[in-house]
């Protein structure tokens, strides 16, 4: 049976800068100050970003003295990614499914 995408997700993803922060964050872990370097986005713009990005259960933060850590969730990306898969191969076969006309 195939399963529905998760569309708060893609939603999330959908905006510039938050897919900007998650590929920063694919390839390390970075503080706000690293995201507001990188990014050149604005801090109080970023937190904002961020905080949308923890409640869609993406991004998980880890404490480290007077520094907060943000750290991609990889296997809420690969779920989205499965259901995605799941669709293209239903998609493949649907190729010879045709509902007749009435």
């Given amino acids: ?6 569309t708060d997700v893609i939603r999330v993803l959908g905006d510039p800068l938050r897919m900007q922060v998650v590929t920063l964050l694919a ?3 970075l503080c706000m ?5 990188e990014t050149g ?3 109080t713009n970023l937190s904002n970003h961020m905080k ?11 404490p480290c003295g007077r520094f907060t850590y943000f750290k991609l969730r ?3 990306l690969a779920s989205v990614s499965a259901q995605f898969a ?13 509902r007749a006309c009435p």
């Fill in 74 to 76: 990889p296997e809420v």
């Fill in 27 to 29: 390839r390390e872990t």
């Fill in 86 to 98: 799941e669709l293209a191969e239903s998609a493949r076969s649907a190729v010879e499914n045709k």
């Fill in 33 to 37: 100050s690293h995201l507001v370097e």
């Fill in 52 to 62: 949308v990005l923890r409640e869609a259960g993406l991004v998980e933060t880890e």
């Fill in 1 to 6: 049976m195939l399963t529905s995408v998760d």
């Fill in 41 to 43: 986005a604005k801090q």
